[in-house]
């Protein structure tokens, strides 16, 4: 009898567990980090500068700043504005594509599952064009364009724009290394983004990233000491890391030697091996550089670099440490809540850098099968992912105020965002103009929510107690920034795999074909037009094959293979994905070309030499 009483007690207990570990689960939030995504990059809409697409989703936005650089000979219409105002920030926009394309490459796989390939691309090339425009001659890049001072004296739409929009540049007598480096890395970034889906492109980004870096490594100086505009609002640090972090992207992007002894060399004179980083930002990237330089030792390509690599490794881990609390007492301060605390103002920038360099680190660390080594205890993979994991479930509601710092993010998000266009009618219901002052009386001063609603803008959140004040006024809090959002495209859509979607993912697009020495034909591919049907982003792709025979080559037949769409220009033969040139071009003469068309929803088609005679 005392068995089966024990029995009977044993089998309650168990059931008591279960229910009250349901009841847990339950109470649990969880959230929807492709909402999360989505919105996030509708906030890079609402930021743009000129002339903007029929496409843009943001419709309480309209064209502005259309002269910008006419008073300078030079076409700077278009990027990004930087946050609440209507500055044109060189440092900090292009430190944000250099996010959003490092997210684009390392979790590429993530944003295709979530349909948002198109979208994060049309997000960089917004910043990547704007930069193409900037850098005018090979040591000039246009750095900045609009003054901040008289900007924070107006309240006023980008529409409605009053204030002067000087333009400032950088050049080999007034030099700014950490602006042309960070320019660089964004363009070297992006170019690998680009790279399966738009070839052509990916190598005119390329060719300039390459100048870039050229300038700032020889004409040296703080881009801050030839710009004193930009003092008041992005003062830089130091340009060393700029340097270290430029160079490394392209060894990422073009696999040159010199490149990565470039860092192996400067390893410890410009602190890559020396700065312990306890914090990721537009201002300070070694974290990001030994990060980055980690996955050249863990894929092994380490070489005769191997030991200095090593040495990168070990800061890479002490800032992966110092975030897990794990660095006898070297760490990231943490608010009660959890989450990351550097600054007073706009704090939120590091707290979504560090998760996403978190998110990247834990993706090296589980290909290569190793392990962080902190000071109390080794940490895997799954540790560091964690990590990132709580400081966006923070974002989106999970703190002290269950609140979402992502604004139009669940049921409640802040509503006075310090955002000129958010806080003012749209130009399309009130159409007289907002002047300067006057929209400091009738809006800013304004009782109620904002009457636009700015999706996906990361606020800067709440002080070093999670204490937040949602105000219009308190800019520290409340105004979003190009560079807190960028890291957020990465970190949700990795979030969005590894918790919902941990199967099967969309494969990566195959990387453009060049034709090998023994194949006498070359591949450029580009991409002429785009459009969205149902919801995702079609493109029509242009593929040009050129000869680079001596001699005519004759019956020429291609492979395309990964195609979803329909191609013009090409003849179908028996033989599965085998094409061939048009009977008027049956010989190809040498030096001579033909182009082809195809629609594809997706990365381009893969195109090869089947056979020639």
């Not at 930009?230 to 130091?238: D, E, M």
């Not at 996403?356 to 660390?365: G, K, N």
Request: hydrophobic share 35%; with cysteine; net charge neutral.
């Amino acid at each position: 009898m005392e068995n089966i009483l024990s029995s009977r007690h044993v089998f309650h207990a168990v059931m008591l567990a279960g229910l009250l570990t349901l009841q847990a689960l339950a109470s649990v939030p969880t959230y929807d980090y492709g909402d999360a995504l989505d919105k996030t990059l509708l906030f890079f809409e609402a930021q743009r500068s000129g002339k903007l697409p029929y496409s843009n989703k943001v419709k309480w936005r309209a064209n502005s700043a259309m002269r910008d650089g006419f008073s300078k000979g030079v076409d700077l219409v278009g990027g990004y504005y930087d946050a609440g105002d209507h500055v044109k920030f060189g440092l900090p926009m292009a430190f944000t594509v250099t996010m959003l394309s490092w997210a684009a490459v390392d979790f590429s796989k993530d944003i295709i599952a979530a349909n948002q390939m198109g979208s994060t691309l049309s997000a960089i090339r917004w910043g990547t064009d704007y930069f193409l425009k900037a850098h005018t001659h090979p040591n000039v890049l246009w750095a900045q364009v609009g003054d901040g001072d008289s900007d924070h004296y107006c309240w006023e739409r980008a529409e409605d724009m009053s204030t002067p929009r000087t333009a400032y540049k950088i050049d080999s007598s007034n030099p700014g290394s950490d602006l042309a480096g960070e320019t660089a890395a964004a363009l070297a970034a992006s170019s690998l983004a680009f790279q399966p889906f738009n070839s052509s492109y990916s190598q005119l980004l390329l060719e300039h990233a390459e100048q870039l870096f050229y300038f700032a490594d020889t004409f040296r100086g703080s881009y801050d000491d030839s710009l004193e505009n930009a003092r008041t609002f992005y003062p830089s640090s130091g340009y060393t890391d700029e340097l270290l972090w430029a160079a490394a992207w392209l060894y990422r992007a073009t696999n040159k030697d010199s490149y990565l002894k470039y860092v192996v060399q400067n390893a410890a004179s410009m602190g890559g091996t020396g700065w312990a980083a306890r914090e990721f930002s537009w201002d300070n990237k070694y974290a990001g550089v030994q990060i980055l330089l980690s996955k050249v030792l863990l894929d092994g390509n380490g070489g005769q670099y191997t030991s200095t690599l090593k040495q990168y490794k070990a800061k890479a881990d002490f800032f992966a440490c110092s975030c897990l609390q794990k660095n006898n007492g070297y760490n990231v301060q943490l608010t009660p809540g959890g989450l990351v605390y550097v600054r007073e103002w706009n704090n939120m920038q590091y707290a979504s850098s560090s998760a996403f360099l978190l998110a990247v680190y834990s993706q090296h660390i589980s290909e290569a099968k190793a392990v962080v080594s902190c000071p109390e205890g080794t940490m895997k993979p799954q540790d560091l992912l964690n990590f990132a994991k709580s400081q966006a479930d923070y974002f989106l509601g999970k703190n002290p105020k269950s609140m979402s710092y992502l604004v139009g993010y669940g049921p409640n998000y802040p509503g006075h965002v310090h955002h000129r266009g958010a806080s003012i009618a749209s130009i399309s219901v009130l159409n007289s103009v907002v002047g300067c002052v006057d929209g400091f009386e009738a809006w800013y001063n304004r009782p109620g929510p904002n009457p636009n609603v700015i999706y996906g803008a990361l606020v800067g959140g709440p002080d070093n107690n999670d204490n937040f004040n949602d105000a219009r006024s308190n800019y520290e809090q409340t105004e979003p920034t190009l560079s807190g959002n960028a890291p957020l495209v990465g970190l949700f859509s990795k979030m969005r795999s590894t918790t919902s979607y941990s199967g099967s993912h969309a494969e990566q697009g195959p990387k453009s074909t060049y034709g090998s020495p023994k194949v006498p034909i070359k591949f450029v591919h580009s991409i002429t037009g785009s459009w969205t049907h149902k919801g995702q982003m079609w493109y029509r792709h242009k593929v040009l094959i050129k000869s680079t025979s001596t001699k005519p080559i004759r019956d020429l037949k291609l492979k395309v293979e990964h195609l979803s769409g329909p191609v013009y220009g090409l003849v179908p033969t028996k033989v599965k994905n085998v094409y061939q040139a048009p009977p008027q071009l049956n010989v190809l003469e040498p030096g001579s070309d033909f182009s082809f068309v195809y629609v594809q929803g997706g990365p381009q088609a893969k195109v090869s030499v089947s056979s020639y005679q």
